[in-house]
């Protein structure tokens, strides 16, 4: 799928916070974010999500807690490898 996301926050070093929309606005929106936030001297926390609502939200349940989660998942666990691996 390809969406055209409509940027709300972005704080350098702080946050990314985006919105997308399936077909139209209201039917299934996905706010995605990403917020650092710091933890002690030297490292940060990475907080990443997303907070799906709009009519259909309750249709794809099964798979946002299924494949969307997994994604979601994979995709942390690799960005800490990398971060870590420096």
């Known amino acids: 799928m390809t969406f055209r996301p409509t940027v709300l926050v972005a704080l350098p ?3 990314l916070r985006w919105l997308g929309h399936f077909l139209l606005p209201r039917v299934f929106d ?3 974010y990403f917020k650092i936030e710091p933890v002690s001297s030297g490292r940060v926390r ?3 999500g ?4 709009g009519i259909l939200v309750g249709l794809a349940k ?4 299924g494949e969307t989660k997994s994604g979601f998942i ?3 666990q ?3 490898n990398q971060a870590e691996a420096v």
């Open 13 to 15: 070093n702080h946050e």
């Open 74 to 76: 994979a995709m942390n």
């Open 62 to 65: 099964s798979k946002l807690e």
């Open 78 to 80: 690799a960005l800490k």
């Open 46 to 48: 990475l907080i990443h």
């Open 30 to 32: 996905g706010e995605h």
């Open 50 to 53: 997303e907070k799906f609502s």
